[in-house]
């Protein structure tokens, strides 16, 4: 059973760094890039960025431009999303998403196979 599970939200002051993992399970992780998406309430869904197989990553959304970086432990099947100098504009639900896709096709189609539940992340002022 494929299972994407996000961690490490919650509350957070403005200012303030949080990293989330996302656990992945039931699938061969390290043939797939895996990206990170947001969505706040009364918005689209966006998408943040993405890596490779072999870690390479694609250019951040401009809204965590400088802000975020994306890693991958292969050999633990998880997939983190470092974000820092939080805003209170961050604050959204944060999605993890699988594609057997090279990483420049998921850049430009956003198509994934398998997503995460999300995880809610809440910047404070």
């Known amino acids: 059973q494929v299972q994407l599970a996000e961690s490490g939200g919650g509350l957070v002051q403005a200012g303030g760094s949080l990293r989330l993992s996302c656990a992945a399970s039931g699938f061969t992780f390290n043939t797939y890039a895996m990206g990170w998406f947001r969505q706040a309430p009364g918005k689209e869904r966006e998408f943040l960025s993405a890596?490779?197989?072999?870690?390479?990553?694609?250019p951040a959304a401009n809204s965590v431009e400088g802000r975020v970086t994306l890693s991958r432990d292969n050999a633990e099947n998880t997939v983190y999303l470092q974000l820092n100098n939080l805003k209170p504009e961050d604050t959204a639900m944060y999605y993890c998403?699988?594609?057997?896709?090279?990483?420049?096709?998921?850049?430009?189609?956003?198509?994934?196979?398998?997503w995460g539940k999300g995880i809610q992340v809440t910047v404070s002022s």
């Open positions: 998403a699988a594609s057997q896709q090279s990483l420049y096709m998921f850049a430009q189609n956003l198509l994934a196979d398998y």
């Open positions: 890596i490779g197989r072999l870690g390479a990553t694609t």
